[in-house]
């Protein structure tokens, strides 16, 4: 599909810091273009449970540095209030534009119940131009959710999006219609303003014709 894939194998316990996500973006990442082949620039986080927050954090923080996220069992949430409160709270996303131009998609179970939040998040972030997809799977289990049918769909997903193209980006709204009195009228139809009526008026050509003397 023209991806290379990179695990990280180690990570801290608090990964989801600032100090980490820069480390990621600014360090690890950028150092995997040293391999012959691979192009670092706008890498498509894929992050499972909290590697998910992870990849959330990384595009609250700098989304002009990413291509994409992929997030399995991953929720928008602050995660500062949450540490400091137990309160789940929606984050406040970048205004930077590169935000339209980061796809997303996101795996969760439909019955979590911290499901919610993405349900809370969908319609704000759609109007702020997010390319969002959101899959809510009917499934009973906990944790991994992504095999067969999901996995096509994902590997879809990347198609579209090393394609050039954002997959889950909203459709500009349509144009107004016109209503019944904004239609502008044709010549000769039903509506038009008469023609202004001629001021002069024509002379009979009889009348222009001079006698000859004599005549």
Known sequence: EGFALMVLTQRQPMAEER???TR?????????????????????LFGYNAGGQVALEAWYQDPDKLGGLILNDAYPLDLKVF?????????????????G?????????????????WKAAEGS???????????????QEQGWTIRGAETDAILSWLKQVAAGKLPGKAAPPPPPKEGPGDKKSEPG???EAPAKAETAEKKD???DKK???GK
């Open 19 to 21: 100090l980490d996500i």
């Open 24 to 44: 990621l973006v600014d360090g690890t990442i950028p150092d995997a273009g040293a391999i012959p082949g691979i192009d670092p620039k706008k890498p498509i």
């Open 83 to 99: 540490r400091e409160s137990r309160r789940g709270a929606l984050p406040k996303i970048s205004t930077s534009k590169a935000i």
């Open 101 to 117: 131009s980061v796809p997303i998609y996101a795996v969760v179970n439909e019955k979590d119940n911290v499901t919610q939040f």
């Open 125 to 139: 972030w759609r109007k702020a131009g997010i390319p969002l997809t959101l899959r809510l799977l009917p499934t």
């Open 189 to 191: 139809k039903k509506g």
């Open 205 to 207: 050509p009889a009348e």
């Open 211 to 213: 006698e000859l003397p």
